[in-house]
């Protein structure tokens, strides 16, 4: 591959010194091909593979970019009425009281021996199972 050849899928910018003696028979089937499919539309080669050029060149320009914004907590306003929102505070109160008193008792049996966070995921597992 030639150092100005530049390759997209099927298509390629540049010239190619080693491939073209290759691949002149296969492109010239190819390219008879194309012009008899291209003359049966009633468009010419030319217009045809300048066309399939300009999608190629549109299809780079035309990039996605991403930009990051700040991450908004969801309002749940927006999506719940307030009685079931009072109902996920109550269940949420209740979940956190009883995480912490099992967190509690593991301390109380078993003084040092979890890291915060393992005593609180374990205090979660044995709340949820109960």
Same mark, same amino acid.
């Not at 089937?29 to 549109?58: K, R």
């Not at 991403?66 to 009685?83: C, F, G, H, M, V």
């Given at each position: 591959? =030639?150092?100005?050849?530049?390759?997209?899928? #099927?298509?390629?910018?540049?010239?190619?010194?080693?491939?073209?003696?290759?691949?002149?028979? $296969?492109?010239?089937? $190819?390219?008879?091909?194309?012009?008899?499919?291209?003359?049966?539309?009633?468009?010419?080669?030319?217009?045809?593979?300048?066309?399939? #050029?300009?999608?190629?060149?549109?299809?780079?320009?035309?990039?996605?970019?991403?930009?990051?914004? $700040?991450?908004?907590?969801?309002?749940?306003?927006?999506?719940?009425? /307030?009685?079931?929102?009072?109902?996920? /505070?109550?269940?949420?109160? /209740?979940? $956190?009281?009883?995480? =912490?008193?099992?967190?509690?008792?593991?301390?109380? &049996?078993?003084?040092?021996?979890?890291? =915060? =966070?393992?005593?609180?995921?374990?205090?979660?597992?044995?709340?949820?199972? &109960?």
């Amino acid at each position: 591959m =030639d150092v100005n050849q530049v390759k997209f899928g #099927n298509y390629s910018i540049g010239s190619s010194g080693s491939g073209a003696a290759n691949n002149s028979k $296969e492109n010239a089937s $190819e390219a008879q091909t194309q012009n008899a499919q291209a003359q049966a539309q009633g468009i010419s080669a030319s217009s045809a593979d300048s066309i399939l #050029n300009a999608l190629g060149i549109a299809g780079m320009q035309n990039l996605a970019f991403i930009s990051k914004t $700040e991450p908004q907590a969801p309002n749940p306003a927006d999506y719940l009425d /307030e009685n079931r929102i009072s109902d996920i /505070e109550a269940a949420m109160a /209740e979940f $956190e009281s009883g995480v =912490d008193n099992i967190a509690n008792v593991l301390d109380a &049996e078993f003084p040092g021996m979890f890291a =915060d =966070d393992q005593k609180l995921a374990l205090a979660a597992q044995i709340f949820a199972a &109960e």
